[in-house]
């Protein structure tokens, strides 16, 4: 009797290659790429597989598969104050006001040591493609703990709002996180945003129970539209994402702060301890940044400085700055001089 033949391949697109794969489910896929099912989140046809299902999803002919998982581009000690003056973000508190991403570092050690120098609980963090040529090359969770630190998954690359949905939504399948970072931009060179396809995102991504902290616009009208269709925080820019100019608008950025139920976190453009410090004293809830202390010459002692700036600009905020004056005012008294 003659035996059966042995099964086709089948002819799949995984990640934009072209690729050749026994029969079975994406979860065989996954594992025959030396890749982890629970540490990964596959997109097939334009569609999430939750992962609970990948054991039992069959692959068929022509599928096209995208596989994804997070990557940056300890925690701590925190100084416990004599008061509490920890934040809340959709309903999650939090003691430092200092946010930082991962991305532009050397390696992810570097990155891990910046980190817990920061004092940072929350960490931005890219959705990007599995290098399923590499697959067992070091990824971010193995050496910044998603248990300890709070990843805020971001559409960092965005050009639009579908592609920025898409992205969150693999995501959450990803790693269960609802609150995430969103940034649509408008065009390459500034990499300023475009708030139409902002509001837009917001919008769907708020309605599909995201919990969306936006980068947007230093312009106040714009940060209430942000607010009334879902934004659980407001993020506006205080220079060009990587210019290190500083808060260039601080009028626009107090006035955000003024008008804003949400916190507000100035996102991108701090170059260095002063101007999160100023970002500080004009009110927000915290400050995001990456380039500034990736790109110092020692990382880790910048991160170190900016969690100190951070501190010390909300305590000035919070002591209340004298008034400004015109003319000089004597610390001392001029009467009964010798």
């Given amino acids: 009797m003659a035996s059966s033949p042995h099964p086709q391949t089948l002819s799949l697109t995984v990640n934009g290659e072209q690729r050749r794969a026994d029969p079975g489910t994406i979860a065989d896929l996954v594992r025959s790429l030396d890749l982890e099912p629970t540490k990964v989140a596959v997109e097939r046809n334009g569609e999430i597989v939750p992962r609970s299902t ?89 050496f910044i703990d998603p248990k300890k630190i709070t990843y805020l998954p971001n559409t960092a690359g965005c050009f639009d709002a579908d592609s920025a949905i898409r992205t969150l939504r693999l995501a959450r399948e990803a790693g269960g996180w609802d609150l995430v970072k969103l940034e649509v931009l408008g065009e390459a060179k500034t990499l300023y945003p475009d708030m139409r396809e902002t509001l837009k995102a917001t919008e769907v991504l708020a309605k599909e129970g995201f919990l969306p902290m936006v980068y947007c616009a230093d312009d106040p009208i714009a ?66 940044m990456n380039t500034a202390i990736a790109e110092a010459k020692d990382p880790v002692r910048m991160a170190r400085a900016m969690k100190l700036a951070v501190e010390a600009g909300r305590e000035a905020y919070r002591s209340g700055r004298m008034a400004t004056r015109k003319y000089a005012d004597p610390s001392s008294p001029l009467a009964g001089l010798i």
């Fill in 223 to 288: 940060a209430k539209q942000l607010e009334e269709v879902g934004a659980v925080a407001i993020m506006p820019l205080g220079a060009p994402i990587g210019s290190g100019l500083g808060i260039q608008n601080r009028v626009m950025i107090r006035l955000i702060v003024e008008g804003a139920s949400v916190p507000v976190l100035v996102d991108a453009g701090v170059g260095t301890a002063s101007d999160a410090a100023v970002a500080m004293e004009l009110g927000c809830h915290g400050v995001l």
């Fill in 54 to 142: 990948l054991g039992n999803v069959m692959l068929a002919d022509g599928d096209v598969l995208e596989i994804v998982h997070f990557v940056g581009g300890g925690q701590g000690a925190i100084d416990v104050a004599t008061d509490d003056d920890s934040w809340e973000v959709a309903g999650r508190r939090f003691t430092s006001r200092l946010i930082v991403g991962t991305g532009k570092y050397k390696d992810f050690a570097q990155n891990a040591a910046a980190v817990a120098a920061s004092g940072a609980e929350i960490v931005t963090v890219a959705v990007r493609r599995v290098n399923i040529s590499d697959p067992k090359a070091p990824m971010l969770t193995d």
